[in-house]
């Protein structure tokens, strides 16, 4: 195969490991991390990237995104023959499960009430509560929503899946689109949110939505801070309709000392940890992608850049 040239762009990242891997994988590239001025690439390998990366590379044919949502890339001008292809699970959708499934399990089981008797050194019971009471929805249904749904159901939750199309998951109640919305809110007590940010989803989590939810409801964020309004949810934990949040995402992160989630008794916060990526796994998808798009050979993952995912 002739050479070609891999530009590595990622912010919060320690190159060194990811280029090795990438030059291991394709031994006749050129692979280096972008620097103003540097020769524009055929292909790069992306996260968060600012807009100068992009203004110097209009030959790019196509841009790997080292993690699952695209909305740092999609706010950018993109050049208009690349194909952006972004991670699907490597190694995520389990990380995610494990993470979703703790959460709703720490509320369902009072987990957080009993480590503070404990700290007060209490020995106290509470009431135990009825599964079917407990219904999960998942907004979003994509490779990490349905993975999460499957193993929500190991604890005999009831669940319920809103996307944009239908789905059929086994052992899902699938709402989908606008039209069904309020129904699916309506019949869950505990909110996972797994939606991509886009113009649709940005603020989806709000005072008149998350008001939806039946009494005592638990959210749990896990996709993008700007899907969630802070003050609507801050007043809905302090009126007493939602029991907790549990938050890893945040509209800044790190999340300002200052802001109330630190502090708030209903909210538990995570540092963006949910699902990381995880680099042997994320760069033999991309080799295999790569390796692909330069047979011409057709690829799953690939964003469509205008609706945003
Ligand atoms: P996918 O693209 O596979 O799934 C997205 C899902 O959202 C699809 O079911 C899609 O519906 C649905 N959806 C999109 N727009 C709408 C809309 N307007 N109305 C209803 N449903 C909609 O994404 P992933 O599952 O791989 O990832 C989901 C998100 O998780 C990422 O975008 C990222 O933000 C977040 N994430 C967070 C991590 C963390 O560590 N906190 C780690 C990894 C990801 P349809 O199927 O009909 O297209
Ligand atoms: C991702 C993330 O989108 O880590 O992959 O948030």
Redesign the pocket.
């Known amino acids: 195969m002739t050479s070609f040239r891999i530009s590595f762009c990622c912010t919060n990242t320690d190159p060194e490991p990811w280029l090795a891997g990438l030059r291991t994988a394709f031994p006749q590239a050129e692979v280096e991390v972008w620097q103003p001025g540097v020769p524009p690439a055929d292909y790069a390998v992306v996260w968060a990237p600012p807009q100068p990366f992009f203004d110097e590379q209009p030959q790019l044919k196509g841009v790997f ?6 909305d740092a890339l999609t706010k950018l001008r993109l050049p208009s023959n690349a194909v952006v292809v ?2 699907e699970d490597a190694g ?1 959708a389990v990380q995610m499960a494990e993470y979703v499934c703790q959460g709703a399990i720490r509320h369902f089981r009072d987990l957080n009430a009993y480590a503070d008797d404990v700290r007060a050194g209490q020995w106290t019971f509470y009431k135990p509560r009825q599964r079917r009471d407990f219904p999960v929805g998942i907004l979003g249904l994509g490779v990490l929503g349905a993975r999460v749904a499957q193993a929500l159901q190991h604890f005999e939750f009831p669940v319920n899946g809103w996307s944009r199309s239908p789905k059929a998951l086994d052992g899902v109640r699938g709402f989908s689109g606008a039209a069904q919305f309020h129904d699916f809110l309506a019949s869950s007590r505990v909110l996972v949110n797994l939606l991509p940010l886009t113009p649709e989803t940005a603020n989806i989590l709000n005072r008149e939505t998350l008001g939806r939810l039946q009494p005592g409801g638990y959210v749990i964020n896990v996709a ?1 801070g700007a899907h969630l309004v802070d003050e609507d949810l801050l007043a809905l934990l302090n009126s007493g309709h939602l029991g907790g949040a549990l938050l890893d ?1 945040f509209r800044t992160e790190p999340l300002p000392a200052e802001h109330p989630f630190w502090q708030h008794p209903k909210i538990t916060i995570t540092p ?1 940890t949910s ?3 995880l680099r042997s796994e994320s760069i033999a998808q991309i080799a295999a992608k790569m390796g692909a798009m330069q047979r011409g050979e057709v690829l799953t993952g690939v964003v469509d850049v205008g609706r945003g995912y």
């Open positions: 995104n080292i993690g699952a949502g695209v972004r991670l995520m993008r995402v963006h699902a990381r990526t």
